[in-house]
Each structure stands twice: as C-alpha cells, then as structure tokens.
C-alpha cells in the first residue's frame, strides 16, 4: 500500500503542499492545477465560472496572477466587485484547492508590461480578436485574430493581468484512508489554519 504523503496530518505541510502545487500549475502547462476555474459575480449578482491559464502562484506574497481581455465579462466583473475566486482539481493528485481574495486588474503599469513581456506570441495574438471577447456574430467563425506583428502587438491595448491577493485558502486531500481538509485566512502577513471535516 503507498504510504501516506507526509502533509496527511501536517497542518502547515497542508499549506505548502498547496501552494507547492499552484507554482507548479502556473509553470508547466500539463500540471493539474495550470487552469483552475475562476468564479466573479455578475452585475445581476449571479455567478459566473469560466477556466483561466495560472501565471504565477506567490507563496510569500500570497498571490495567484492570470491574464484576461481587459474588454471580457471577467475583467468588467473582477473590476466591479473586486473580488475573485478560483478552484482546480488535480486526479492525479487527488487534491482539491480553493482560493479567493481582492483582485486587481493591472492595464497599464509595470506589472501589466512584464506580463505582457513575458507572454508567448501565440497567446499575445487572442488580445486582437474583433470583436471584443463575448461579442454576438453571425456565424461561429464571424470573428478576426490579427495576422502581422503590428496587429498584435496593437493588442496590448486589450492586455491585463490580474492579481488575486488571497484571503481565504483551502485543500482538500482525498483518500480512502481518511480525507484530509484544511483551511486558511489571512491575517496580515500571517496565515490562521484550521483543519475542516471533509
């Protein structure tokens, strides 16, 4: 039989763990957890899921960082509220993570041309689709990508990273020897943990 993983009854191990494995989902692109699901409210107060790319997951700054159309649903609803939360399940790990805390569209800063620095040509071009993200068309193809470097690079305009400063954090370990479930808020720069009945 595996042995137990050594955070089984590790409260703080629990916390690493998680965030151990967000750093792997935001840098390789077939981890479990690089494109958890992000949940907003809409100006109707409904909730709205949709799968997001993990950029970057900061254990000490508490922080989880994607990138969205600055013209999209998300960006309109995270820049209303301020607020978002995102959840992914990795089977291969069996584990289950939650986080949701302020979040922050970056445009035009700093951060915002690092990221976009930082982005691969391909996914630059998805920021000059026309029309917007969510527009209604015609046809399923009745929409353009930009084709030359110029018009790409034209959609940086539409570029916006976003931080999520977490808040609340929760890992959910399954197996059949005993789930494991743990929580965190955030106090300050400390974390308050407890464990929690699966």
């Known amino acids: 039989m595996t042995p137990l993983p050594a955070f089984h009854d590790d ?3 629990c916390r690493a763990e998680a965030w151990r494995l967000l750093r792997e989902g935001a840098r390789r692109n077939r981890a479990g957890f690089h494109t958890p699901a992000l949940a907003t409210i809409d100006g109707q107060g409904r909730p709205r899921v949709r799968t997001v790319v993990l950029r970057e997951a900061d ?3 508490g922080t989880l960082r994607f990138h969205c159309d600055r ?3 998300k960006a309109a609803e995270i820049a209303a509220s301020g607020f978002a939360a995102l959840h992914g399940y990795d089977p291969a790990s069996k584990v289950q993570i939650r986080a949701g805390g302020p979040a922050r569209l970056h445009t035009d ?3 915002a041309d690092a990221a976009w620095e930082g982005s691969l040509a391909m996914s630059r071009v998805c920021y000059g689709t026309v029309p917007a993200p969510g527009s209604v ?3 399923g193809g009745g929409y353009s990508l930009p ?3 110029a018009a790409i690079a034209a959609g940086r305009a539409n570029f916006a990273a976003v931080i999520v400063t977490v ?3 929760e890992f959910l370990y399954l197996d059949r020897r005993g789930h494991r479930r743990a929580g965190w808020t955030r106090e300050g720069a400390d974390w308050a943990g407890a ?3 699966p």
């Open 11 to 13: 409260l703080e191990a």
């Open 59 to 61: 254990p000490v700054a």
């Open 71 to 73: 013209r999209s649903g």
């Open 109 to 111: 800063d700093a951060l």
């Open 137 to 139: 068309v015609p046809t």
């Open 147 to 149: 084709e030359d470097a």
């Open 167 to 169: 808040e609340t954090l």
């Open 195 to 197: 464990w929690l009945v």
